[in-house]
């Protein structure tokens, strides 16, 4: 098992570039998380899913837009990016249980000049 | 302001020391959880605690959980340099589905 990947783990974009963070997990797991990390913040959630086809709104969402097409698969969009956006970028996956325990990919760092 | 708050955010002791890494908050959580996040990795799950008052011991690092579950400790005993790394604490207030990071404890071991 692969458990959670993430592409890519590097990317430097433009003021206004568009880009797509893709995230996949092989463990079958009904929910699905996308954080940004920035130093001394912590992990802050941006938008979540609990099942294919549904997304919900997190803690810092402006910005960014996602879909969950296939239950495997949670897809981060920045449409129009901005150096406020410059971070590293967590996706997570965990069963829809009391407890959870989130499983993490490695990150992607992006920096937006 | 963060619903979790982590002290110390940095710490650099010596190996053989111990430490101790608090989470506090005004809220109440159903469970708190303690994450390790080693440089260019994901956050990895320590333990969970999910009782007021409850204690979990990982080998040299202790857990606890407050009597009124609105706060947890993480003890480490004679530390080790592969202790370094960044330490997470994260809760669902109120039994919300949606995990809170604080943000985090960067600690150093010195050999």
């Known amino acids: 098992n692969a458990g959670v990947t993430q592409t890519p783990k590097f990317r430097v974009l433009k003021t206004g570039q568009s880009m797509t963070l893709l995230c996949a997990q092989d463990?079958?797991?009904?929910?699905m998380y996308w954080y940004r990390q920035d130093p001394g913040m912590g992990l802050r959630l941006i938008h979540y899913s609990v099942g294919e086809g549904t997304t919900a709104k997190g803690e810092v969402p402006d910005g960014y837009n996602v879909s969950r097409l296939k239950k495997q698969n949670f897809l981060l969009g920045l449409e129009s990016a901005a150096p406020s956006q410059t971070s590293v970028y967590f996706c997570a996956s965990s069963l829809p249980t009391g407890v959870d325990t989130q499983y993490f990919g490695p990150g992607t760092r992006l920096t937006v000049l | 302001t963060q619903l979790l708050e982590q002290s110390p955010q940095f710490l650099s002791i010596q190996e053989g020391e111990n430490l101790t890494v608090y989470c506090n908050s005004s809220?109440?959580?159903?469970?708190l959880q303690w994450y390790r996040q080693e440089p260019g990795e994901g956050p990895v799950l320590l333990v969970t605690v999910v009782t007021g008052g409850e204690v979990k011991k990982l080998k040299r690092l202790t857990f606890q959980f407050g009597d009124a579950r609105k706060d947890s400790s993480l003890h480490i005993t004679a530390a080790q340099p592969g202790d370094t790394g960044l330490y997470l604490c994260a809760g669902r207030p109120g039994g919300a589905q949606k995990l809170v990071f604080g943000q985090g404890t960067r600690l150093t071991i010195n050999p």
């Open positions: 463990m079958n797991h009904e929910y």
């Open positions: 809220s109440v959580f159903s469970s």
